[in-house]
């Protein structure tokens, strides 16, 4: 089900309007009024309900009246992967981005779904980014100083109840 938003008016003499698509969004604000009979033309879009990686992904684009069609459009068509990608990027790491012709993946990120840098500092040993550590080794590491380290390059989040480490390129 598309996500439920709310078109509140910057007009304090009028009534706002739930929608689910761009088209009910568009027949709905061409009839709204004020008390004094005149046309409201501005609204403040709200995420109301839906997702939660689609409310994060209204807040990292700026949800507004005019990218309301295009934020319909990309919580349709983007994968989970892409709008965590978009999230990250754009919302964390401020990175500009062309809602109508940039692809999500072709941001410069490194993200790494982790709970804390401790447990990013135990995996990097794991996979062999600090060369060939013998296991025999590996007890004598101080992790918590890897992990203060890498806490340099890298940043935490949290999107949609999951954390994540990430790092901009």
Same mark, same amino acid.
């Given at each position: 089900?598309?996500?439920?938003?709310?078109?509140?008016?910057?007009?304090?003499?009028? &009534?706002?309007?739930?929608?689910?698509?761009?088209? &009910?969004?568009?027949?709905?604000?061409?009839?709204?009024?004020?008390?004094?009979?005149?046309?409201? $033309? &501005?609204? $403040?879009?709200?995420?109301?309900?839906?997702?939660?990686?689609?409310?994060?992904?209204?807040?990292?684009?700026? =949800?507004?009246?005019?990218?309301?069609?295009?934020?319909? &459009?990309?919580?349709?068509?983007?994968?989970?992967?892409?709008?965590?990608?978009?999230?990250?990027?754009?919302?964390?790491?401020?990175?500009?981005?062309?809602?109508?012709?940039?692809?999500?993946?072709?941001?410069?990120?490194?993200?790494?779904?982790?709970?804390?840098?401790?447990? =990013?500092?135990?995996?990097?040993?794991? $996979?062999?980014?600090?060369?060939?550590?013998?296991?025999?080794?590996?007890?004598?590491?101080?992790?918590?100083?890897?992990?203060?380290?890498?806490?340099?390059?890298?940043?935490?989040?949290?999107?949609?109840?999951?954390?994540?480490?990430?790092?901009?390129?």
């Amino acid at each position: 089900m598309p996500p439920l938003l709310y078109a509140q008016p910057y007009n304090i003499d009028a &009534e706002g309007f739930f929608f689910r698509t761009e088209s &009910e969004y568009s027949l709905q604000a061409q009839h709204i009024r004020d008390r004094f009979g005149n046309y409201v $033309e &501005e609204f $403040e879009i709200q995420f109301i309900d839906g997702e939660a990686l689609d409310g994060e992904l209204a807040g990292a684009m700026g =949800l507004s009246q005019g990218n309301v069609a295009r934020f319909f &459009e990309l919580a349709d068509d983007w994968d989970e992967d892409q709008k965590i990608h978009f999230i990250i990027a754009v919302g964390e790491g401020g990175y500009p981005f062309d809602l109508d012709s940039d692809d999500p993946d072709a941001l410069d990120i490194d993200i790494y779904e982790i709970e804390s840098l401790l447990e =990013l500092a135990r995996e990097f040993v794991d $996979e062999g980014l600090f060369g060939d550590i013998p296991d025999r080794l590996q007890c004598y590491l101080d992790f918590e100083a890897i992990a203060r380290d890498l806490g340099i390059d890298y940043s935490m989040t949290g999107i949609a109840g999951r954390r994540f480490a990430f790092r901009c390129g």
